[in-house]
T-cell receptor, first 109, second 115 residues
């Protein structure tokens, strides 16, 4: 079963633009985490937002969480070519982190 | 920085072989996890462990087993490899704290092909 489902599946933008990725989940969660994966590498943790938080910032990243809609969004501002990667959300519940299928972000120089 | 090391980046094995995938972390983390990643399916949890000699089934444990004899090492075992186990396998670890509620640190993965 997949806890998080990302939308869109793929996103292509120009350098300097903002990128927004959305995530929906099915069951109650303790927290929601966002990860990044460069091609052929493992996942790197970006940001964690707890179920009682609504918004969190980290550098150029902004994450929101709406537990009533069971959804989250990741905003990357002023994108760079180096942001090109796959981005995954994962919801934590019952001691497990369950990921969605991911969004492939391509940032063109 | 936490380092999670998977013993092989690429591995080719034959159907029916017993396959061992090794994972070692250097940060004294209690929690360790094994996932497989397939196109269109994302990451799926196979097994996880909260302590030495402890193991819990994830979402897709069938055909796999694990071993955690030492805190830093978590092994994934394919008892009798089959072609549908061809995949990218990712190991992760995290500090203790209500299971998977903490950020996880991932290795670079093992791309396993079963012929």
């Amino acid at each position: 079963s997949q806890q998080g489902e990302e939308d869109p599946q793929a996103l292509s933008i120009q350098e300097g633009e903002n990128a927004t990725m959305n995530c929906s989940y099915k069951t109650s969660i303790n927290n929601l985490q966002w990860y990044r994966q460069n091609s052929g590498r493992g996942l790197v943790h970006l940001i964690l937002i707890r179920s009682n938080e609504r918004e969190k910032h980290s550098g150029r990243l902004r994450v929101t969480l709406d537990t009533s809609k069971k959804s989250s969004s990741l905003l990357i501002t002023a994108s760079r070519a180096a942001d090109t990667a796959s981005y995954f959300c994962g919801g934590t519940s019952y001691g497990k982190l369950t990921f969605g299928q991911g969004t492939i972000l391509t940032v063109h120089p | 920085d936490v380092k999670v090391t998977q013993s092989s980046r690429y591995l080719v094995k034959r159907t029916g072989e017993k396959v061992f995938l090794e994972c070692v972390q250097d940060m004294d983390h209690e929690n360790m996890f094994w996932y497989r990643q397939d196109p269109g399916l994302g990451l799926r949890l196979i097994y996880f462990s909260y302590d030495v000699k402890m193991k819990e089934k994830g979402d897709i444990p069938e055909g796999y087993s694990v071993s955690r004899e030492k805190k830093e090492r978590f092994s994934l075992i394919l008892e009798s490899a089959s072609t549908n186990q061809t995949s990218m396998y990712l190991c992760a670890s995290s500090v203790p704290g209500q299971g998977a509620n903490q950020p996880q640190h991932f290795g670079d993965g093992t791309r396993l092909s079963i012929l």
